[in-house]
């Protein structure tokens, strides 16, 4: 059974940072393109970053670039969401997603296979 399983979630004052893990049973997890997304209350669940297989590709929701950062550690069968600066309005339920792809970086829900459960994110103001 696939699982993502995301962690590091929790409640940080405005201006702080987390990093969010993402592990993955999928094998091998360097065939998978990863992707971060989040919902907040009443509102659709959004694109957040997505990276490729092999890390060497990315790409952000203009709401947070330059203040979120998206790896993967292949070894560790592991991505991770660098988040800096945040905001109240990051606030949401940050999920992580995967689908098989040896290239390309993919930005919509539907492009994605696989999903974890979802890590609370709250910002205080």
């Known amino acids: 059974q696939v699982q993502l399983v995301e962690s590091g979630g929790g409640l940080v004052q405005a201006g702080g940072s987390l990093r969010l893990s993402c592990a993955a049973s999928l094998r091998p997890f360097g065939s998978y393109a990863m992707g971060w997304f989040r919902q907040a209350p009443g509102k659709e669940r959004e694109f957040v970053a997505a990276?490729?297989?092999?890390?060497?590709?990315?790409v952000y929701a203009d709401s947070v670039k330059g203040r979120f950062a998206i790896s993967r550690d292949n070894a560790k069968n592991t991505a991770y969401l660098e988040m800096n600066s945040l905001k109240f309005e990051d606030t949401a339920v940050y999920f992580c997603?995967?689908?098989?792809?040896?290239?390309?970086?993919?930005?919509?829900?539907?492009?994605?296979?696989?999903w974890g459960q979802g890590t609370q994110v709250t910002v205080s103001s």
């Open positions: 997603a995967a689908r098989a792809a040896l290239g390309g970086t993919y930005q919509h829900q539907e492009q994605y296979r696989y």
């Open positions: 990276i490729s297989w092999s890390g060497s590709s990315t």
